[in-house]
């Protein structure tokens, strides 16, 4: 189990930086759906590390990360006037 657990810590782990590289570079910006589906899913699978590993201070950064991710995806910005 625990091989597992670090296979899907780095999968996360990979999903929120190449993330975070692209919109850094200007590849991605952060309303695009690529960006907040790869914030998602990295911290979701973080999130679950986490949990499994009991490491509370890991769950909430990434968890609310997830959550707020998630906020976005369903309610997107509107465009100011």
């Not at 597992?4 to 309303?31: E, K, N, P, T, Y």
């Not at 914030?39 to 959550?67: C, H, K, M, Q, Y």
Request: charge should be positive; include cysteine; aromatic fraction near 10%.
């Amino acid at each position: 189990m625990n091989n597992v657990m670090q296979a899907l810590s780095l999968l996360g782990a990979v999903l929120c930086l190449v993330a975070f590289v692209l919109l850094q570079r200007g590849r991605w910006r952060s309303d695009m759906p690529a960006y907040l589906w790869a914030n998602l899913l990295g911290s979701t699978l973080l999130t679950i590390v986490g949990t499994w590993d009991r490491r509370a201070g890991f769950v909430l950064l990434e968890g609310v990360w997830a959550l707020v991710s998630l906020w976005s995806i369903i309610r997107p910005r509107r465009a100011l006037p």
